[in-house]
């Protein structure tokens, strides 16, 4: 069969494929996109059941010193952010668990950030020329796009800040992290407040007495998306609109990448048999990237971190005093010790969170959702919690793309020069879209990407003593 030619094809459709394309697109390429799933902007997405937090200040890594010591106790605990889903994966996640242990060294967190710092303080920058491209207005109303017609008329996004509960905001580890967040953001630009728990409860008075008494970090300039996955739909509908092409299921399921039958090109084959040569492929499939990468020459510990997320339907208020009562919660906020973050949505209050590794095969496990329910309510007063009943059917599982120094790969494969990778954005993916397809954009036609790149490389991970044993398996 012919293959069909196109000047880029991108491969996975979630915020950073999407913006890649996008991207790609505005420098006048005919972009094909890849996706494996039934469509682009799907419930199956991971780009479509997160928080929705826009976290541009989300420099610090998970890992972090000490963390070896914490972990078991994470794990065993059933109201830890850490666990494990047991079956025959975790074997094949030693060598990224010994890169993530090694990845809480104090100079490695450092580097982690700075690097993150970089991407980060560009993230929105990197979506404005793609929305404008598109036809969206980030603060205007969602229309057709949103969950519901209740909710037609709110807009993509929210800017009502972001709140970062803390055991003690004042004791040295947060001190500490926060310095290393501003000095990511090249010194003080970021702002960033210690509140004390009359504060917290001053912006949000439901959340219970124990969870404030540590205080909070305060983002005034954080913001969210009312629903993710709508804004993925209206950046779909804006690429085809100016001629892109998306191709789903397994038509769009790239299975190999092999050398084409011109020179400096490359043949993507699907699942279907179906071939599509191209001079420029970008791989964003997340998760799903490290065997593609692989025949692209680079062996790479890319792994998962499973997220869970549940959903409340919002309350109809009955009474007078019921419609005029301040909601429940205005703004996310984050249990840093939970590891979840609640979002007042369109429609609906989601929490969002939870690392557990156990990779991309095996299904949900019940057990956690009931934990991130549990946990939720337990932020609030007990008398406080007004979210209505939980939505079980928007019960969510997602696979986080990482890797273990929680950095993503950006670059150029070791076997083809024109096949570029975009994955590996692990809890700010849809934060690090528009910078990242900006970036991979700029690359593919030979322009300055803004940006140092090493620390996002390949081939970074060639010189580690934990990676070494593994890489040629």
Same mark, same amino acid.
């Given at each position: 069969?012919?293959?069909?030619?196109?000047?880029?094809?991108?491969? @996975?459709?979630?915020?950073?494929?999407?913006?890649?394309?996008?991207?790609?697109?505005?420098?006048?390429?005919?972009?094909?996109?890849?996706?494996?799933?039934?469509?682009?902007?799907?419930?199956?997405?991971? %780009?479509?059941?997160?928080?929705?937090?826009?976290?541009?200040?989300?420099?610090?890594?998970?890992?972090?010193?000490?963390?070896?010591?914490?972990?078991?106790?994470?794990?065993?605990? =059933?109201?830890?952010?850490?666990?494990?889903?047991?079956?025959?994966?975790? =074997?094949?996640?030693?060598?990224?668990?010994?890169?993530?242990?090694?990845?809480?060294?104090?100079?490695?967190?450092?580097?982690?950030?700075?690097?993150?710092?970089?991407?980060?303080?560009?993230?929105?920058?990197?979506?404005?020329?793609?929305?404008?491209?598109?036809?969206? &207005?980030?603060?205007?109303?969602?229309?057709?796009?949103?969950?519901?017609?209740?909710?037609?008329? &709110?807009?993509?996004?929210?800017?009502?800040?972001?709140?970062?509960?803390?055991?003690?905001?004042?004791?040295?580890?947060?001190?500490?992290?926060?310095?290393?967040?501003?000095?990511? /953001?090249? @010194?003080? *630009?970021?702002?960033?407040?210690?509140? &004390?728990?009359?504060?917290?409860?001053?912006?949000?008075?439901?959340?219970?007495?124990?969870?404030?008494?540590?205080?909070?970090?305060?983002?005034?300039?954080? /913001?969210?998306?009312?629903?993710?996955?709508?804004?993925?739909?209206?950046?779909?509908?804006?690429?085809?609109?100016?001629?892109?092409?998306?191709?789903?299921?397994?038509?769009?399921?790239?299975?190999?990448?092999?050398?084409?039958?011109?020179?400096? *090109?490359?043949?993507?084959?699907?699942? &279907?048999?179906?071939?599509?040569?191209?001079?420029?492929?970008?791989?964003?499939?997340?998760?799903?990237? $490290?065997?593609?990468?692989?025949?692209?020459?680079?062996?790479?510990?890319?792994?998962?971190?499973? @997220?869970? *997320?549940?959903?409340?339907?919002?309350?109809?208020?009955?009474?007078?005093?019921?419609?005029?009562?301040?909601?429940?919660?205005?703004?996310?906020?984050?249990?840093?010790?939970?590891?979840?973050?609640? *979002?007042?949505?369109?429609?609906?209050?989601? $929490?969002?969170?939870?690392?557990?590794?156990?990779?991309?095969?095996?299904?949900?496990?019940?057990?956690?959702?009931?934990?991130?329910?549990?946990?939720?309510?337990?932020?609030?007063?007990?008398?406080?919690?007004?979210?209505?009943?939980?939505?079980?059917?928007?019960?969510?599982?997602?696979?986080?793309?990482?890797?273990?120094?929680?950095?993503?790969?950006?670059?150029?494969?070791?076997?083809?020069?024109?096949?570029?990778?975009?994955?590996?954005?692990?809890?700010?993916?849809?934060?690090?879209?528009?910078?990242?397809?900006?970036?991979?954009?700029?690359?593919?036609?030979?322009?300055?990407?803004?940006?140092?790149?090493?620390?996002?490389?390949?081939?970074?991970?060639? %010189?580690?003593? /934990?990676?070494?044993?593994?890489?040629?398996?």
């Amino acid at each position: 069969m012919a293959a069909v030619r196109s000047s880029a094809v991108v491969v @996975g459709g979630g915020f950073v494929g999407l913006s890649c394309a996008i991207h790609l697109q505005r420098l006048g390429k005919h972009v094909i996109l890849m996706e494996a799933g039934p469509s682009v902007g799907g419930l199956h997405s991971c %780009s479509s059941g997160n928080a929705g937090t826009f976290a541009f200040y989300a420099n610090v890594p998970t890992q972090r010193p000490g963390l070896w010591r914490e972990a078991p106790g994470m794990i065993l605990s =059933t109201k830890g952010a850490l666990r494990v889903a047991f079956g025959s994966h975790l =074997t094949k996640m030693v060598p990224w668990c010994l890169g993530a242990l090694a990845s809480c060294a104090p100079s490695e967190v450092r580097k982690t950030a700075l690097a993150l710092g970089t991407l980060l303080r560009h993230a929105e920058a990197g979506y404005n020329d793609a929305w404008e491209h598109c036809g969206i &207005d980030i603060d205007g109303e969602m229309g057709i796009y949103a969950p519901n017609k209740a909710t037609a008329c &709110d807009a993509f996004a929210a800017r009502r800040g972001y709140l970062l509960l803390q055991k003690d905001v004042h004791n040295q580890n947060s001190q500490r992290a926060a310095a290393l967040r501003r000095e990511g /953001w090249s @010194g003080g *630009s970021l702002k960033m407040e210690a509140l &004390d728990q009359s504060g917290v409860r001053g912006l949000e008075p439901h959340l219970s007495y124990d969870v404030t008494k540590g205080g909070a970090w305060w983002f005034e300039d954080g /913001w969210f998306l009312k629903n993710p996955r709508s804004l993925l739909r209206a950046m779909r509908d804006g690429f085809v609109a100016k001629g892109g092409e998306i191709r789903c299921g397994d038509f769009g399921r790239v299975e190999s990448v092999a050398h084409g039958t011109t020179v400096g *090109s490359v043949r993507l084959t699907m699942r &279907d048999g179906t071939n599509t040569e191209t001079n420029t492929a970008v791989i964003a499939a997340g998760a799903h990237s $490290a065997n593609l990468a692989k025949q692209c020459g680079d062996h790479l510990p890319l792994d998962t971190e499973r @997220g869970y *997320s549940v959903q409340w339907s919002s309350c109809v208020p009955e009474t007078e005093t019921e419609k005029t009562a301040p909601p429940a919660l205005t703004r996310p906020v984050c249990s840093s010790e939970g590891g979840f973050i609640v *979002s007042p949505m369109a429609g609906g209050v989601r $929490a969002a969170g939870l690392v557990e590794l156990g990779g991309i095969e095996l299904g949900p496990v019940s057990k956690r959702f009931t934990q991130l329910d549990l946990a939720t309510r337990a932020l609030f007063d007990p008398d406080a919690f007004a979210f209505g009943e939980r939505d079980t059917q928007n019960d969510w599982l997602g696979f986080r793309p990482t890797l273990p120094d929680a950095l993503p790969v950006i670059g150029k494969s070791s076997k083809f020069e024109n096949v570029l990778y975009a994955f590996g954005h692990q809890h700010i993916g849809w934060t690090l879209g528009g910078i990242t397809g900006r970036v991979v954009a700029a690359m593919a036609v030979g322009k300055n990407p803004g940006v140092d790149l090493d620390p996002f490389s390949p081939k970074r991970f060639a %010189s580690k003593a /934990w990676w070494r044993l593994f890489a040629s398996l």
